[in-house]
């Protein structure tokens, strides 16, 4: 799709519907590639181009993702924390694009705010992928996309519920991809975590389009009849402060064998984007249960990277 080429993915807020759904093809098709690597010799379409990967977050899914989606396929990542260059301490972020941009095919950003990601991806005039930041998470979105589509087999008209914490960046990214794809999605939180209206509005605009239905709600019951129920960590990484706070609030949104049942399915599926804290945000039973679909999540990371990589990256 040519009009991926070049592009940055810092949210999906950007992408229309039709190129997160060529985004899903290519990685259910990089996935059969690997999955039947040793019918035919691997591809090397990032031979010659190198990746930077900032981080300022410590990561274990988006950094292995990233780095051998890349490296398998001939390409240079470069591993780059704030303890190795001088990303807005005695460089600001912008003179640090420009250089980066010099340097390398394309950068993978982690950290705290979204106007770093956004200021790298205007200053660098390469491809800047968000690995996380406190506003989005957006290819984390688009795996849990993948691993449910995987699972049912389609996407539009399924219902997936967040249970936890509504506003921070794995609810908000599946808020927007939802509504653009036509995915029945419903935040259940105690309204002092409820995602922001603003946000919330402009989803509103994309499901008029797609057929998507968004809710917002305390009440737990609202997963009766949920295809998926996802939940995250109660205090997201830099939040730790606020632990004892946000336990308070979100326990009795503890996803469980009840809070399970209450789907009324025997097939709804329960998804985490990782890492998880077994027995506060969910139960080892229920992350470790036949209905637990954290480790294809996981694993569709690497696939979903890399497509979005060789897309925005012209490599097809």
Same mark, same amino acid.
């Given at each position: ?44 379409? *990032? =031979?010659?181009? %190198?990746?930077?990967? $900032? ?7 988006? #950094? !292995?993702?990233?780095?051998? +989606? ?114 029945? *999605? =419903?935040?259940? %939180?105690?309204?002092? $975590? ?7 509005? #402009? !989803?509103?605009?994309?499901? +008029? ?108």
């Amino acid at each position: 799709m040519d009009s991926l080429k070049g592009r940055s993915l810092l949210t999906w807020l950007d992408y229309e519907a039709d190129e997160i759904r060529f985004l899903l093809d290519l990685s259910r098709q990089v996935k059969e590639d690997r999955v039947n690597g040793h019918k035919k010799p691997p591809q090397q379409r *990032f =031979t010659g181009k %190198t990746l930077a990967l $900032l981080f300022e977050k410590r990561s274990t899914r988006t #950094r !292995c993702a990233f780095e051998t +989606a890349f490296g398998e396929e001939g390409g240079h990542p470069v591993f780059l924390s704030t303890a190795d260059i001088q990303l807005g301490d005695k460089e600001s972020i912008e003179d640090t694009a420009r250089v980066l941009g010099r340097m390398f095919s394309a950068i993978q950003f982690r950290g705290f705010k979204q106007s770093t990601v956004e200021a790298l991806a205007v200053y660098s005039s390469i491809p800047v992928y968000n690995g996380l930041t406190d506003d989005f998470h957006p290819t984390q979105v688009l795996a849990d996309i993948m691993s449910m589509e995987e699972n049912f087999g389609s996407l539009k008209g399924r219902k997936l519920c967040f249970v936890g914490d509504g506003r921070n960046n794995v609810a908000r990214s599946l808020m927007v991809i939802s509504a653009k794809l036509g995915v029945h *999605f =419903t935040v259940i %939180t105690p309204p002092e $975590l409820n995602p922001d209206e603003t946000l919330l509005e #402009r !989803c509103l605009s994309f499901s +008029a389009v797609s057929g998507s239905e968004l809710r917002v709600t305390p009440d737990t019951s609202e997963t009766a009849g949920a295809d998926a129920i996802y939940t995250d960590v109660w205090a997201s990484m830099g939040e730790e402060d606020k632990k004892a706070q946000r336990t308070a609030l979100l326990h009795p949104y503890q996803v469980n064998k009840t809070l399970m049942a209450k789907t009324g399915r025997p097939d709804t599926i329960f998804l985490h984007c990782l890492p998880a804290v077994k027995g506060e945000e969910v139960t080892a039973e229920i992350i470790e249960g036949p209905m637990s679909r954290v480790w294809d999540e996981a694993e569709n990371r690497k696939h979903t990277i890399k497509a979005i990589m060789l897309a925005t990256l012209g490599c097809l």
